[in-house]
């Protein structure tokens, strides 16, 4: 069962919102969560670090999961703290998802289309 309301104000860091919320949404079976198998969720541990960004902001970077369906990124999220940006979380989980299409594309491959942050 997807966590209550009531255990969601103990949200403090991206661990919490990471494992307490985004974990079980995408997880966990319908209507509480999407229902996706644990082997579509790849999650940082597995996920290749990328360069993103331009200029000065260039940095490495990897997102917390990604969603692949078929063997392909279908969804990157990037989870933030309560008291973090979600702007930001948006902003870095676009420019992987960028980089993933430019890889796509050079691999003959399609692209993904959606990217998703939380606080």
């Known amino acids: 069962m997807f966590p209550e309301a009531s255990e969601l104000g103990d949200l403090k860091t991206e661990s919490d919102v990471e494992h307490k919320v985004v974990w079980p949404l995408l997880t966990y079976a319908y209507p ?3 229902g996706l198998a644990a082997p579509d969720v790849v999650t940082k541990l597995n996920i290749k670090r990328l360069e993103v960004g331009k200029g000065a902001s260039r940095k490495l970077f990897y997102p917390d999961y990604i969603v692949v369906i078929a063997g392909l990124p279908v969804l990157v999220i990037e989870a933030k703290a309560p008291s973090e940006d979600v702007q ?3 902003h870095e ?3 992987y998802g960028m980089s993933l299409n430019r890889d796509a594309i ?7 289309r959606r ?3 939380t606080t």
Do not use: Y
């Not at 050079?106 to 993904?112: I, Q």
């Open 93 to 95: 989980a676009r420019l």
């Open 88 to 90: 930001q979380g948006l």
């Open 106 to 112: 050079l691999a003959g491959l399609r692209e993904a």
């Open 115 to 117: 990217a998703a942050a």
């Open 32 to 34: 509480s969560g999407l």
